[in-house]
């Protein structure tokens, strides 16, 4: 018995044998039909390494023909093809596949389908797909979802979830692919696939988000402004308890609330974390500093700061480069320095963006010998220095009216390579028009040589003259651009928090109201429990407050080319008083179909708040609530400026209260126009309650903010006040400006005055006749 195995054995071999030398001289030969042959010896033939894969597919086809294939024969050969890119004969080979009812194996079917997505062949995926969504469902769903996803491939694998999603009875609810698939569009941003894919998943029976998918969710809807659904997500995750909030979950609402602006209420949530089950960790003092150095919170921001070393984190360079800049904006310059120090000691090193900071800091702040000789330093050792350093320091060369220095500038940059944008063109373009010397446009072309963005600016600059000159409708309109739709009296309701719990009706559940005052001893963060239960919206809810300050030039590449260019020759116009060619222009380029955002709006808003034409001031503001287009700080501080103007110190007073209550914050300019507005109303006592508020948050007076509270006090006759504030502006080397000079010359008459009326009263007593 064993003699009849082991000449079996030999006989398979040598079959074996012989088949592969025939098939390796010819890819056709002829073998006899009265040829016996196993599925072991098939598998045997097609898995020998010295045959070419064509004579493989041709000994297959052959076999196939005589004996039923098995998924293993099917299986060899395919991957056979795939590594040899012989990939133009697996359609057929797929087709012969659902002609004999054969299923790879999920082992197998995921390698090909694998095989397929690295190499870019896409449509032979998703043949694969289709020949087998029916029999493994949720293999296709996960397997071919992500690797797409990897491949970058977000439309594809966006139309494949769908189409699998309606054929498969049901997703699993640990699914990882969805989660892949939210995290990809979210990243991408894509608001309204993401909601889409959301929704379904929300309809699909028998689904369920987990954790992960939570947090993706509550992140993307909250970055996106949707405060309201993310807080929902948050209240569905504790309620159902089957996948309770984690670190990521409360790191996710931090971000969420520092997005919105609503910093105040993070850092109660991130206090209440400090003694809960969920420790707070690298990312969340990071998402805290970044938020707090953004809203000129900075007495906050270096207590985290400070806190997150002592916890045992090691601030990287990221938050080092958060602290000093919110530093540099608050003013505190030395502060700024020694922070710069302290970082290269602890050995975190800087980046590009470090030194950016720094020199973009000293110049505000006035330190501009201190910033060129930064810039000149790092520009010898070769490192430290890209496009945007050079651009920052076009732009303040632009400012000092040194244009010859400026265009030589960004010949030294374009030498060295780096790309001239947007941004340096047209803080160049204002410059050459507030010096009148168009004729420069020449030399500016000369000295970008590299790309057509030079060529772009000057076509639209010759396009929008000639819109000026001929605008597309001639027909008189004697309508106003800016339609009034209230008065003054209206203007706090422009600023109605819609996600506030007093701004819906509250909701009705068998005719007795909601309570939203139960709160969970256990919980480890009743602050967001609370915040949860008082959402009651919801849609989307619309973002009336951005914490970004709207830039002239958004970078958005093309799509956002003509309102920059709208926005830089709105500047401009402005500049030189043309506010009319200004106008025209605005309205000229909105029906043109170019929406206008929060820059343009400020701009215009600002020349009208100057020239005293504040209705329609307000009408700009009710336009940007009607096109949803968010305030900014520069926003609100043309809106209190006008008030001040107008006596209304009341209204602006009320105006700031609600900023705040909506999250906003101050800036040393809402600072300085709040004291002015408030000062000339008289309001002295507020004053000075509004002084003490900007240096307990961090935020260090500047000339503009002691001139003022010299002023104002001198005005209303308190004079050692007037002189308190001069002396703290001198002890904190704060140097004074031509502006103080005409200021001490109005106390000083002040003083001569009150010292003439008391010299008048003692000579009455003395001599009462």
Same mark, same amino acid.
């Given at each position: 018995?064993?003699?009849?195995?082991?000449?079996?054995?030999?006989?398979?071999?040598?079959?074996?044998?012989?088949?592969?030398?025939?098939?390796?001289?010819?890819?056709?030969?002829?073998?006899?039909?009265?040829?016996?042959?196993?599925?072991?010896?098939?598998?045997?033939?097609?898995?020998?390494?010295?045959?070419?894969?064509?004579?493989?597919?041709?000994?297959?086809?052959?076999?196939?023909?005589?004996?039923?294939?098995?998924?293993?024969?099917?299986?060899?050969?395919?991957?056979?093809?795939?590594?040899?890119?012989?990939?133009?004969?697996?359609?057929?080979?797929?087709?012969?596949?659902?002609?004999?009812?054969?299923?790879?194996?999920?082992?197998?079917?995921?390698?090909?389908?694998?095989?397929?997505?690295?190499?870019?062949?896409?449509?032979?995926?998703?043949?694969?797909?289709?020949?087998?969504?029916?029999?493994?469902?949720?293999?296709? #769903? !996960? %397997? *071919?979802? @992500?690797? &797409?996803?990897?491949?970058?491939?977000?439309?594809? =694998? $966006?139309?494949?979830?769908?189409? /699998?999603?309606?054929?498969?009875?049901?997703?699993?609810?640990?699914?990882?692919?969805?989660?892949?698939?939210?995290?990809?569009?979210?990243?991408?941003?894509?608001?309204?696939?993401?909601?889409?894919?959301?929704?379904?998943?929300?309809?699909?029976?028998?689904?369920?988000?987990?954790?992960?998918?939570?947090?993706?969710?509550?992140?993307?809807?909250?970055?996106?402004?949707?405060?309201?659904?993310?807080?929902?997500?948050?209240?569905?995750?504790?309620?159902?308890?089957?996948?309770?909030?984690?670190?990521?979950? #409360? !790191? %996710? *609402?931090? @971000?969420? &609330?520092?997005?919105?602006?609503?910093?105040?209420? =993070? $850092?109660?949530?991130?206090?209440? /974390?400090?003694?809960?089950?969920?420790?707070?960790?690298?990312?969340?003092?990071?998402?805290?500093?970044?938020?707090?150095?953004?809203?000129?919170?900075?007495?906050?921001?270096?207590?985290?700061?400070?806190?997150?070393?002592?916890?045992?984190?090691?601030?990287?360079?990221?938050?080092?480069?958060?602290?000093?800049?919110?530093?540099?904006?608050?003013?505190?310059?030395?502060?700024?320095?020694?922070?710069?120090?302290?970082?290269?000691?602890?050995?975190?090193?800087?980046?590009?963006?470090?030194?950016?900071?720094?020199?973009?800091? *000293?110049?505000?702040?006035?330190?501009?010998?201190?910033?060129?000789?930064?810039?000149?330093?790092?520009?010898?050792?070769?490192?430290?220095?890209?496009?945007?350093?050079?651009?920052?320091?076009?732009?303040?060369?632009?400012?000092?009216?040194?244009?010859?220095?400026?265009?030589?500038?960004?010949?030294?940059?374009?030498?060295?390579?780096?790309?001239?944008?947007?941004?340096?063109?047209?803080?160049?373009?204002?410059?050459?028009?507030?010096?009148?010397?168009?004729?420069?446009?020449?030399?500016?072309?000369?000295?970008?040589?590299?790309?057509?963005?030079?060529?772009?600016?000057?076509?639209?600059?010759?396009?929008?003259?000639?819109?000026?000159?001929?605008?597309?409708?001639?027909?008189?309109?004697?309508?106003?651009?800016?339609?009034?739709?209230?008065?003054?009296?209206?203007?706090?309701?422009?600023?109605?928090?819609?996600?506030?719990?007093?701004?819906?009706?509250?909701?009705?559940?068998?005719?007795?109201?909601?309570?939203?005052?139960?709160?969970?001893?256990?919980?480890?963060?009743?602050?967001?429990?609370?915040?949860?239960?008082?959402?009651?919206?919801?849609?989307?809810?619309?973002?009336?407050?951005?914490?970004?300050?709207?830039?002239?030039?958004?970078?958005?590449?093309?799509?956002?080319?003509?309102?920059?260019?709208?926005?830089?020759?709105?500047?401009?116009?402005?500049?030189?008083?043309?506010?009319?060619?200004?106008?025209?222009?605005?309205?000229?380029?909105?029906?043109?179909?170019?929406?206008?955002?929060?820059?343009?709006?400020?701009?215009?808003?600002?020349?009208?708040?100057?020239?005293?034409?504040?209705?329609?001031?307000?009408?700009?503001?009710?336009?940007?609530?009607?096109?949803?287009?968010?305030?900014?700080?520069?926003?609100?501080?043309?809106?209190?400026?006008?008030?001040?103007?107008?006596?209304?110190?009341?209204?602006?007073?009320?105006?700031?209260?609600?900023?705040?209550?909506?999250?906003?914050?101050?800036?040393?300019?809402?600072?300085?126009?709040?004291?002015?507005?408030?000062?000339?109303?008289?309001?002295?006592?507020?004053?000075?309650?509004?002084?003490?508020?900007?240096?307990?948050?961090?935020?260090?007076?500047?000339?503009?903010?002691?001139?003022?509270?010299?002023?104002?006090?001198?005005?209303?006759?308190?004079?050692?006040?007037?002189?308190?504030?001069?002396?703290?502006?001198?002890?904190?080397?704060?140097?004074?400006?031509?502006?103080?000079?005409?200021?001490?010359?109005?106390?000083?008459?002040?003083?001569?005055?009150?010292?003439?009326?008391?010299?008048?009263?003692?000579?009455?007593?003395?001599?009462?006749?």
């Amino acid at each position: 018995m064993r003699h009849g195995r082991s000449w079996k054995g030999v006989g398979e071999v040598l079959l074996v044998a012989s088949i592969t030398n025939a098939l390796s001289h010819s890819a056709t030969p002829n073998l006899p039909h009265s040829l016996k042959l196993t599925q072991p010896i098939i598998l045997k033939i097609l898995s020998n390494p010295s045959l070419h894969p064509s004579h493989k597919l041709h000994f297959f086809n052959w076999s196939r023909s005589h004996y039923p294939p098995s998924p293993a024969s099917y299986s060899l050969i395919l991957r056979t093809l795939c590594r040899a890119s012989f990939l133009s004969d697996i359609p057929s080979l797929l087709h012969s596949m659902n002609q004999d009812g054969v299923v790879l194996d999920p082992h197998s079917f995921k390698l090909l389908l694998h095989s397929l997505i690295l190499s870019d062949n896409f449509h032979l995926a998703l043949q694969l797909s289709d020949y087998h969504q029916h029999l493994h469902p949720s293999l296709i #769903y !996960n %397997s *071919l979802l @992500i690797a &797409l996803l990897r491949k970058n491939q977000l439309s594809l =694998a $966006l139309s494949i979830f769908f189409k /699998l999603l309606d054929a498969a009875p049901h997703v699993h609810s640990k699914s990882i692919a969805c989660n892949h698939l939210l995290v990809a569009l979210r990243k991408a941003g894509m608001k309204v696939e993401f909601k889409k894919v959301f929704q379904r998943l929300r309809d699909k029976k028998g689904f369920s988000f987990d954790t992960h998918g939570y947090n993706v969710c509550i992140h993307a809807f909250g970055c996106w402004g949707d405060y309201a659904t993310s807080l929902a997500l948050y209240k569905e995750m504790k309620e159902k308890g089957l996948f309770p909030p984690d670190l990521c979950t #409360y !790191n %996710s *609402l931090i @971000i969420v &609330l520092c997005k919105l602006g609503k910093v105040e209420d =993070a $850092l109660i949530v991130w206090e209440e /974390l400090k003694g809960s089950a969920h420790e707070p960790d690298g990312f969340t003092y990071t998402i805290l500093i970044q938020a707090c150095s953004k809203t000129y919170r900075i007495g906050d921001a270096t207590r985290i700061f400070n806190l997150m070393q002592g916890n045992g984190f090691r601030p990287d360079t990221l938050v080092y480069n958060s602290l000093l800049d919110g530093l540099f904006k608050a003013a505190k310059v030395n502060d700024a320095c020694q922070l710069f120090e302290k970082m290269v000691q602890e050995g975190v090193r800087p980046s590009c963006w470090t030194y950016n900071i720094l020199i973009h800091g *000293l110049l505000k702040n006035g330190r501009a010998e201190a910033a060129y000789t930064l810039f000149c330093d790092l520009k010898k050792k070769g490192q430290f220095v890209d496009g945007i350093t050079y651009s920052i320091m076009v732009l303040q060369l632009c400012k000092e009216g040194q244009l010859e220095e400026a265009l030589q500038l960004v010949e030294e940059m374009e030498s060295r390579g780096f790309v001239v944008d947007l941004v340096t063109i047209t803080s160049l373009l204002i410059s050459i028009h507030r010096h009148d010397r168009w004729d420069w446009t020449d030399r500016l072309m000369k000295h970008v040589r590299e790309g057509d963005l030079v060529p772009s600016v000057l076509k639209w600059k010759a396009g929008m003259e000639a819109s000026l000159k001929n605008p597309p409708s001639k027909k008189e309109d004697y309508s106003p651009m800016f339609p009034s739709k209230g008065d003054l009296s209206e203007i706090l309701s422009l600023f109605q928090d819609t996600s506030s719990p007093n701004s819906h009706d509250a909701e009705v559940n068998d005719g007795e109201e909601t309570s939203y005052n139960e709160i969970d001893e256990w919980s480890s963060s009743p602050h967001m429990d609370k915040l949860a239960n008082q959402v009651r919206s919801t849609g989307y809810s619309s973002q009336l407050f951005t914490l970004s300050r709207g830039q002239r030039v958004q970078k958005r590449g093309s799509d956002s080319f003509d309102i920059d260019m709208v926005n830089t020759f709105l500047s401009i116009f402005l500049a030189k008083g043309k506010l009319s060619l200004a106008c025209k222009l605005f309205e000229i380029f909105s029906d043109a179909g170019v929406d206008p955002v929060s820059y343009t709006y400020n701009s215009i808003m600002s020349s009208f708040v100057k020239k005293g034409y504040f209705t329609e001031a307000l009408a700009i503001l009710t336009e940007m609530g009607e096109k949803l287009c968010p305030a900014d700080i520069a926003t609100y501080n043309m809106i209190i400026q006008g008030l001040g103007e107008m006596g209304r110190a009341d209204l602006a007073s009320a105006v700031l209260d609600r900023l705040l209550k909506q999250g906003g914050y101050l800036d040393i300019v809402m600072y300085n126009t709040l004291i002015n507005a408030l000062g000339k109303a008289g309001r002295i006592n507020e004053v000075n309650n509004l002084f003490e508020q900007m240096r307990n948050s961090g935020i260090n007076p500047d000339v503009v903010t002691y001139n003022t509270l010299i002023e104002v006090h001198s005005k209303a006759g308190r004079l050692k006040d007037a002189f308190k504030f001069l002396k703290m502006m001198l002890d904190a080397g704060c140097s004074p400006n031509h502006v103080t000079d005409t200021t001490l010359d109005y106390l000083g008459r002040e003083i001569d005055k009150l010292r003439y009326q008391r010299a008048s009263i003692l000579s009455e007593k003395d001599n009462p006749s």
